[in-house]
């Protein structure tokens, strides 16, 4: 099956190709790069030598070679562009969209989080939530969820879901590796600007905290993000005050394991191992645990994931073996790289 990825010069589009190179049932067709079109693949990707005599193309000379007819096609695009690219894509093949575009319910929220008109909503692709995986075999178009949102959500959503926690009361902080920005130049994301510092951004306003309240069924929620001098890499803390003062760090454990116990890349750590952003580096992984703060009456979960795996390529192409009726871990790992 042959796969063209819209957005391929980024870093989220680098790090599908890469996965799509090990992937043993499709072939890269199309690659769209924007303004890296007519760049050799290998310019801006030195790290995947077997795209070595491949050049970037422009939309519309992909969509005129038919780039855009493949098996299935990945938008890999910044957020609000990429509902004009699906819309050039045939009506029968398979779109995984990796930006924001397609994710939200509610147009209002879109207006607010991220502004201009609400391209609609196509399932949700994070499978580990409760249906969604049987929406997204059926489904010919996806939104894949962000970083943010997917550790996030998979911190909280099981304590929700169980009633351990009250859902008006909900914060989460969470510390991303500077890729999460894209690979636009950008001032304050200078090497001299970020090394050595942390700091907070869109306090109070961040746009993925609409995303994140849809997903659990709240209506809203606390979220502030942190830029951490990493270039990959996302821990989020998580938190929610207790429904009741007698839940138990052993409740809480529990239902984060009957959540996760069966699923192939979120892993429960034994009692008394916190997650690292460095442990699941290049994977498809989620790290989760969880306690009650006694002190506070609140529980506290702490995830942790690639920002660029299970954040955003590796979770697309999870959605996409899925919609292909293949193994889902197929092409994807559940181990870190170390150091």
């Not at 905290?209 to 929620?221: F, H, K």
């Not at 954040?311 to 193994?327: I, K, R």
């Given at each position: 099956?042959?796969?063209?990825?819209?957005?391929?010069?980024?870093?989220?589009?680098?790090?599908?190709?890469?996965?799509?190179?090990?992937?043993?049932?499709?072939?890269i067709?199309?690659?769209?790069?924007?303004?890296?079109?007519?760049?050799?693949?290998?310019?801006?990707?030195?790290?995947?030598?077997?795209?070595?005599?491949r050049?970037?193309s422009?939309?519309?000379?992909?969509?005129?070679?038919?780039?855009?007819?493949?098996?299935?096609?990945?938008?890999?695009?910044?957020?609000?562009?990429?509902?004009?690219?699906?819309?050039?894509v045939p009506?029968?093949?398979?779109?995984?969209?990796l930006?924001?575009?397609?994710?939200?319910?509610?147009?209002?929220?879109?207006?607010?989080?991220?502004?201009?008109d609400?391209?609609?909503?196509?399932?949700?692709?994070?499978?580990?939530?409760?249906?969604?995986?049987?929406?997204?075999?059926?489904?010919?178009?996806?939104?894949?969820?962000?970083?943010?949102?997917?550790?996030?959500?998979?911190?909280?959503?099981?304590?929700?879901?169980?009633?351990?926690?009250?859902?008006?009361?909900?914060?989460v902080?969470?510390?991303?590796?500077?890729?999460?920005?894209?690979?636009?130049?950008?001032?304050?994301?200078?090497?001299?600007?970020?090394?050595?510092?942390?700091?907070?951004?869109?306090v109070?306003?961040?746009?993925?905290?609409?995303?994140?309240?849809?997903?659990l069924?709240?209506?809203?929620?606390?979220?502030?993000?942190?830029?951490?001098?990493?270039?990959?890499?996302?821990?989020?803390?998580?938190?929610?005050?207790?429904?009741?003062?007698?839940?138990?760090?052993?409740?809480?454990?529990?239902?984060?394991?009957?959540?996760?116990?069966?699923?192939?890349?979120?892993?429960?750590?034994?009692?008394?191992?916190?997650p690292?952003?460095?442990?699941?580096?290049?994977?498809?992984?989620?790290?989760?645990?969880?306690?009650?703060?006694?002190?506070?009456?609140?529980?506290?979960?702490v995830?942790?994931?690639?920002?660029l795996?299970?954040?955003?390529?590796?979770?697309?192409?999870?959605?996409?073996n899925l919609?292909?009726?293949?193994?889902?871990?197929?092409?994807?790992?559940?181990?870190?790289v170390?150091?």
């Amino acid at each position: 099956m042959t796969v063209t990825v819209a957005g391929a010069s980024g870093y989220a589009g680098g790090e599908l190709l890469r996965l799509l190179l090990s992937h043993s049932e499709v072939e890269i067709g199309g690659l769209i790069g924007g303004s890296s079109a007519g760049r050799p693949v290998t310019d801006v990707h030195p790290h995947l030598p077997p795209l070595a005599g491949r050049t970037f193309s422009a939309l519309d000379d992909a969509q005129a070679g038919g780039a855009l007819d493949a098996d299935v096609v990945f938008l890999a695009l910044p957020h609000g562009t990429s509902a004009a690219v699906a819309a050039a894509v045939p009506a029968g093949t398979r779109v995984i969209d990796l930006g924001a575009d397609f994710r939200l319910a509610s147009s209002a929220d879109w207006a607010l989080g991220y502004g201009g008109d609400h391209a609609g909503t196509w399932p949700y692709g994070l499978p580990e939530l409760p249906g969604a995986r049987s929406a997204i075999q059926s489904a010919t178009r996806v939104a894949a969820p962000g970083c943010y949102p997917t550790a996030s959500i998979l911190g909280l959503a099981p304590l929700v879901a169980q009633g351990l926690v009250a859902p008006d009361d909900l914060v989460v902080v969470a510390a991303s590796g500077t890729s999460g920005a894209g690979r636009a130049p950008k001032e304050h994301l200078l090497g001299s600007e970020v090394m050595g510092d942390l700091w907070a951004y869109k306090v109070g306003g961040h746009q993925h905290r609409y995303e994140i309240a849809q997903a659990l069924g709240v209506a809203s929620l606390s979220f502030t993000p942190v830029l951490a001098p990493l270039p990959r890499g996302l821990l989020a803390t998580c938190t929610g005050r207790l429904s009741s003062p007698d839940i138990t760090t052993d409740q809480v454990r529990a239902a984060l394991e009957r959540a996760y116990g069966d699923e192939p890349f979120v892993h429960v750590l034994p009692e008394g191992r916190w997650p690292k952003a460095a442990s699941v580096l290049g994977s498809n992984a989620c790290q989760v645990q969880g306690i009650v703060d006694a002190q506070t009456g609140r529980a506290v979960v702490v995830s942790a994931i690639d920002n660029l795996g299970k954040g955003a390529a590796g979770q697309a192409l999870q959605c996409m073996n899925l919609m292909l009726g293949l193994p889902e871990t197929t092409g994807l790992s559940v181990c870190g790289v170390a150091p």
